[in-house]
């Protein structure tokens, strides 16, 4: 499977803290992106970082993305209660009708 | 706009029934698809359609039908259902590929006993 795979599964914070998540691929990749989704919900994209790029910012969120080491991480400054959620990230690996591979997601608890 | 949406919000289902899970989205987005999310699995692309008319197997086609008369809509069959087919199925849409940003719809939530 390509499948990419994050880290940590679980993730627990206080309220405040940064929270950093990382999701490792196999092969190269055209885009990678990173969706919430919280409990009982649809996922929602965060960002896009594409393959010739290193570092894309969001409000609170950070993504960086390392071509060589084949692995993205996202930050998360300053977590709030409501950022309680699972993150996934997923690969586009290219090819014709590239689609996108998710991971199987971290679970982030931020105690209030 | 109303995004992307699901019904019936949860269904339950005896074994060999089949049913229809809907999906419709507002956006004029050319590609959808379905996806089966699993505990510890993530999610998994079941089929999808790149625009109305055309239609592809993803991962985990087996069981499964799809159609897509409009770019509106993209429903999901169930022919006869299985207990290994309990899930929660999320139907997602981009506008003009797989690979770009994707909206997803709330899900359904189906138990087959």
């Known amino acids: 499977s390509q499948q990419g795979e994050e880290d940590p599964q679980a993730l627990s914070i206080q309220e405040g803290e940064n929270a950093t998540m990382n999701c490792s691929y196999k092969?190269?990749?055209?885009?990678l992106q990173w969706y919430r989704q919280n409990s009982g919900r649809g996922l929602v994209h965060l960002i896009l970082?594409?393959?010739?790029?290193r570092e894309k910012h969001s409000g609170r969120l950070r993504v960086t993305l390392d071509t060589s080491k084949k692995s993205s991480s996202l930050l998360i400054t300053a977590s709030r209660a409501a950022d309680t959620a699972s993150y996934f990230c997923?690969?586009?690996?290219?090819?014709?009708?590239?689609?996108?591979?998710f991971g199987k997601g971290i679970t982030l608890s931020v105690r209030p | 706009n109303a995004g992307v949406t699901q019904t019936p919000k949860f269904q339950v289902l005896k074994t060999g029934q089949s049913m229809t899970l809907q999906c419709a989205q507002d956006?004029?987005?050319?590609?959808m698809s379905w996806y089966r999310q699993d505990p510890g699995m993530g999610l998994r692309l079941i089929h999808y359609?790149?625009?109305?008319?055309?239609?592809d197997q993803g991962e985990v086609p087996n069981g499964y039908n799809v159609s897509r008369s409009t770019t509106e809509d993209f429903p999901l069959r169930l022919l006869s259902a299985a207990p290994s087919q309990t899930s929660v199925y999320f139907c997602?849409?981009?506008?003009?590929?797989?690979?770009?940003?994707?909206?997803f719809g709330p899900g359904t939530r189906l138990l087959v006993l």
């Open positions: 997602a849409s981009s506008l003009s590929g797989g690979a770009l940003t994707q909206y």
């Open positions: 092969t190269s990749i055209n885009n």
């Open positions: 970082i594409r393959s010739n790029e």
């Open positions: 997923a690969t586009d690996y290219g090819g014709a009708n590239s689609k996108l591979t």
């Open positions: 956006m004029n987005h050319e590609y």
């Open positions: 359609s790149v625009g109305a008319g055309i239609t």
